[in-house]
Structure formats: C-alpha cells, structure tokens
Nanobody, 113 residues
Framework: EVQLVESGGGVVQPGGSLTLSCAAAGFTFSSSTMNWVRQAPGKGLAWVSTINSDGGYTRYTDSVKGRFTISRDNAKSALYLQMNSLKPEDTAVYYC??????RGQGTQVTVSS
C-alpha cells in the first residue's frame, strides 16, 4: 500500500522559509517521479513541482521558480521542498504525490504577518 506522510508545515511570516518533508513507503520510491502539489483555501489542487527518479530533472510552476527547491533522498525514501521568500499566496495545504495521483494527508503552510 502506498503511504505518503508529509511534515514540516507551519505558520511563517512573509519572507520566511520552511522545509517540507515527505516520507514514502509501499512502492519503489527510487524509481518514481514525484510531485509536490498544493491546495489553497477555497481553490482546487495546483501542481507546484516535479522531480524525476534520480533527482537530475526538476520543474516548477512559474510562481515558485527561484524560491522553492525540490529534492529527494532515495536512500531514505524521502522527498523535500525547500521554500524560501514565502508569500501570503503560498498559503495552502501541501501534498507530496505520485504521478498516479496518490498523495498523503498534507501539511498546512500559512504565510501571514
């Protein structure tokens, strides 16, 4: 059974930083392209970033380019999202997700002064 557990969210002031983590189990993580997606209050799911299986290829939605960095540790079956220069519009529940749409319970990120 695919298990994805996100952590690291919290409340941060604009301009601050957070690092999200996702612990994966139940599938071959090291062979899997992974995504971060988010859901802002009152809105649908939105794609944030993708990383391929060996970490050599990454993509970002335009609104986070230059501020967020996706990475992974295949030895630990872990996915990360380093978020810098956070803005109020980054407020959302963040999920790690497989390319088949499986995702965890999410972690709340709130950017507010």
């Amino acid at each position: 059974e695919v298990q994805l557990v996100e952590s690291g969210g919290g409340v941060v002031q604009p301009g601050g930083s957070l690092t999200l983590s996702c612990a994966a189990a139940g599938f071959t993580f090291s062979s899997s392209t992974m995504n971060w997606v988010r859901q802002a209050p009152g809105k649908g799911l939105a794609w944030v970033s993708t990383i391929n299986s060996d970490g050599g290829y990454t993509r970002y939605t335009d609104s986070v380019k230059g501020r967020f960095t996706i990475s992974r540790d295949n030895a630990k079956s872990a996915l990360y999202l380093q978020m810098n220069s956070l803005k109020p519009e980054d407020t959302a529940v963040y999920y790690c997700a497989t390319i088949y749409g499986r995702r965890g319970q999410g972690t709340q990120v709130t950017v507010s002064s």
